[in-house]
T-cell receptor, first 113, second 110 residues
Framework: GAGVSQTPSNKVTEKGKYVELRCDPI?????LYWYRQSLGQGPEFLIY????????DSGLPNDRFFAVRPEGSVSTLKIQRTERGDSAVYLC???????????FGQGTRLTVV | QKEVEQNSGPLSVPEGAIASLNCTYS??????FFWYRQYSGKSPELIMS????GDKEDGRFTAQLNKASQYVSLLIRDSQPSDSATYLC??????????FGQGTELSVKP
């Protein structure tokens, strides 16, 4: 596609539920990054993929968070047993390869009630 | 020490003035540096990239890099009210992770 696409744009879920957030990167981009952003803060790194493999998942806050990229294109961020503290904007970015310019999708605003 | 540090601001400048935004970083191995602009409620938008020491100009924007001092800056000439946004400094660390500062809020007053 022309740009990075994230779905849904907004997601409201109840505490304790499971959610999946999807990211469709720019075609041909091998690197894909997930971030979480709270109001007034910069994007907080969660995980990045080079191809199908997670190259660095050091930012995932706990084992409730998991991400996959099975075919090296679309990625899904999965959050189990959601908590109110998980409420934030989740951003996805992609780049042609490591250490090149990265471009963001429009984000998914997750609200846990 | 944070990996990427920026003053949170807000930085307020009058229309037509030069806005100067600064960023320091801790990983001496970092080679690729970026500035993003983020309007309220929107996602970050890439505006400049810089890889070598010195200045890089693009229109009203100039990025400056000094690897010895571990310092990156962004100058915006002839600032316009439409430049009011949060500016994020970002870099790849040696592990290939793209990390961001907390951002500097810029306000350009007409």
């Amino acid at each position: 596609g022309a740009g990075v696409s994230q779905t849904p744009s907004n997601k409201v879920t109840e505490k304790g539920k499971y959610v999946e957030l999807r990211c469709d990167p720019i075609s041909g981009h091998t690197a894909l990054y997930w971030y979480r952003q709270s109001l007034g803060q910069g994007p907080e790194f969660l995980i990045y993929f080079q191809g199908t493999g997670a190259a660095d998942d050091s930012g995932l806050p706990n084992d409730r968070f998991f991400a996959v990229r099975p075919e090296g294109s679309v990625s899904t961020l999965k959050i189990q047993r959601t908590e109110r503290g998980d409420s934030a904007v989740y951003l996805c970015a992609s780049s042609f390869k490591r250490e090149t310019e990265a471009f963001f999708g429009q984000g998914t605003r997750l609200t846990v009630v | 020490q944070k990996e990427v540090e920026q003053n949170s601001g807000p930085l307020s400048v009058p229309e037509g003035a030069i806005a100067s935004l600064n960023c320091t970083y801790s990983d001496r191995g970092s080679q690729s540096f970026f500035w993003y602009r983020q309007y309220s409620g929107k996602s970050p938008e890439l505006i400049m990239s810089i890889y070598s020491n010195g200045d890089k100009e693009d229109g009203r924007f100039t990025a400056q890099l000094n690897k010895a001092s571990q310092y990156v800056s962004l100058l915006i000439r002839d600032s316009q009210p439409s430049d009011s946004a949060t500016y994020l400094c970002a870099l790849y660390n040696q592990g290939g992770k793209l990390i961001f500062g907390q951002g500097t809020e810029l306000s350009v007053k007409p």
